[in-house]
């Protein structure tokens, strides 16, 4: 099995920043991306920024140049740095992960989600 363990959530200021971790963990063979999701109350889930095993990224409209998502991938591990955050921001905040999982030649897809991290930004 694969799991996520997200920390970093909190509350914070409006202009404030936090840096959201999540380090995959189990039988891993690869990963192809790394995400970051977040759902506020009453919202459907939104992707906020992913990263692929090549360092693309993409991120939502709403967050572009205030969040910056990084990889470890050592470390099976995925940031978000967000910074001049909102009120519109809060949220709860979901990793994301998908690749293979198992030992070659019988490796497997898996995907997976974090418990989630909540984000709270408010004066």
């Known amino acids: 099995q694969v799991q996520l363990v997200e920390s970093g959530g909190g509350l914070v200021q409006p202009g404030g920043s936090l840096r959201l971790s999540c380090a995959a963990s189990g039988s891993i063979f690869s990963i192809n991306s790394m995400g970051w999701y977040r759902q506020a109350p009453g919202k459907q889930r939104e992707l906020v920024a992913a990263i692929t095993s090549e360092g693309s990224t993409n991120y939502a409209d709403s967050v572009k140049g205030r969040f910056t998502i990084s990889r470890d991938a050592a470390k099976n591990t995925v940031y978000l740095q967000m910074n001049s955050l909102k009120p519109e921001d809060t949220a709860d905040y979901y990793c994301?992960?998908?690749?293979?999982?198992?030992?070659?030649?019988?490796?497997?897809?898996?995907?997976?989600w974090g418990q989630g991290t909540l984000v709270t930004v408010s004066s």
């Open positions: 994301h992960a998908e690749g293979k999982k198992g030992n070659w030649p019988r490796e497997r897809y898996f995907e997976v």
